[in-house]
Nanobody, 124 residues
């Protein structure tokens, strides 16, 4: 069993920055790909970024490419999402997911475990 816990959300003005963290516990996750997804009210969960089990491959949605950076620290069992130049459209609940494969994917259904989410609100 794996438990994921996100933290770092909050209220920021447009143009600001935040760093989200996702801590994993319950098993070693070093070989597992992980991803960040977000869900705004009334919308489906959408892909934001993913990182491979070895941390050597990253993927980003077009809407965040160049502004967000995903990374992982396996020694701390933690994944991060650095978000710069935030926009009001980035407002959503951000979730981290883990899958039992080293390959990062963009599909929420391929992730086995999820955290409870952390709210990010960007004011205009």
């Amino acid at each position: 069993q794996v438990q994921l816990a996100e933290s770092g959300g909050g209220l920021v003005p447009a143009g600001g920055s935040l760093t989200l963290s996702c801590s994993a516990s319950g098993r070693s996750y070093g070989s597992s790909a992980m991803g960040w997804f977000r869900q705004a009210p009334g919308k489906e969960r959408e892909f934001v970024a993913a990182i491979s089990g070895r941390g050597d491959v990253t993927n980003y949605s077009d809407s965040v490419k160049g502004r967000f950076t995903i990374s992982r620290d396996d020694a701390k069992n933690t994944m991060y999402l650095r978000m710069n130049t935030l926009k009001p459209d980035d407002t959503a609940v951000y979730f981290c997911g883990l899958r039992f494969s080293p390959t990062a994917t963009l599909t929420p259904a391929s992730y086995r475990y999820w955290g409870q989410g952390t709210q990010v609100t960007v004011s205009s």
